[in-house]
Each structure stands twice: as structure tokens, then as C-alpha cells.
């Protein structure tokens, strides 16, 4: 059984830091198409970020050059680094692997909040 499990999340100021953690179980994703999404109150689950092998990354115009997605597969664990954060970025995170050719996920986490105060 496939199980996605973040850590990291929590309260931050605004300008300040956090690492997010996804460790996979049950199946390896090495080299496969992982990505990061957020959901904030009242609003649609939006991409972050998404990495492919170790270093084809791509990211939404709102985090690019203040998120960094990353990954250890000797861990099969995916991580994003969120530097000078804004109120804005207030969400749960979910981590997706399972890529599949529609562009699409088979498996989710049950995701971290992130809360930044300004």
C-alpha cells in the first residue's frame, strides 16, 4: 500500500522559512514525476511545484524563485523548501506521486498546513 506522509508544515512570520517533507512508502518513485500542491480556505487545491528525475523542476509563477522542490531517492522522499514567505502562501500542502499521462496523480498525502502571519 502506497502511503505519502508530509511534515514540516507550521506558523511562520512573513519573510521567514519552513521545509516541507513528503516521505514515500510502499513503492519507489525514483526519477518519476512528483510534484507539490496547496489549497488555501475557500479555494481550489492550486500546482506548486513538480520535479522530474533530479533536477527538471517546474513551478507556478506565484512560488517560482522562493520555492525549491528537491529530492532524496536513496530516502524516496521529496521535499520543498519555501524561503521568504508571504501571507499568501497560507495553505494545507499535499505532496502527489503516481504520475500518470493525463498530467494527473494516483496517490496524495493528507497534506501539512502552512500558516504565514504578516
Known amino acids: 500500500q502506497v502511503q505519502l506522509v508530509e511534515s514540516g508544515g507550521g506558523l511562520v512570520q512573513a519573510g521567514g522559512s519552513l521545509r516541507l517533507s513528503c516521505a514515500a512508502s510502499?513503492?519507489?518513485?525514483?526519477?518519476?514525476?512528483m510534484g507539490w500542491f496547496r489549497q488555501a480556505p475557500g479555494k481550489e487545491r492550486e500546482f506548486v511545484a513538480t520535479i522530474r528525475g533530479s533536477d527538471s523542476t517546474y513551478y507556478s509563477d506565484s512560488v517560482k524563485g522562493r520555492f525549491t522542490i528537491s529530492r532524496d531517492n536513496a530516502k524516496n522522499t521529496l521535499y520543498l523548501q519555501m524561503d521568504s514567505l508571504k501571507a499568501e502562501d497560507t495553505a494545507a500542502y499535499y505532496c502527489?506521486?503516481?504520475?500518470?499521462?493525463?498530467?494527473?496523480?494516483?496517490?496524495w498525502g493528507q497534506g501539512t498546513q502552512v500558516t504565514v502571519s504578516s
Open positions: 502527489a506521486a503516481g504520475a500518470v499521462a493525463s498530467g494527473g496523480y494516483l496517490y
Open positions: 510502499g513503492r519507489t518513485f525514483t526519477g518519476d514525476r
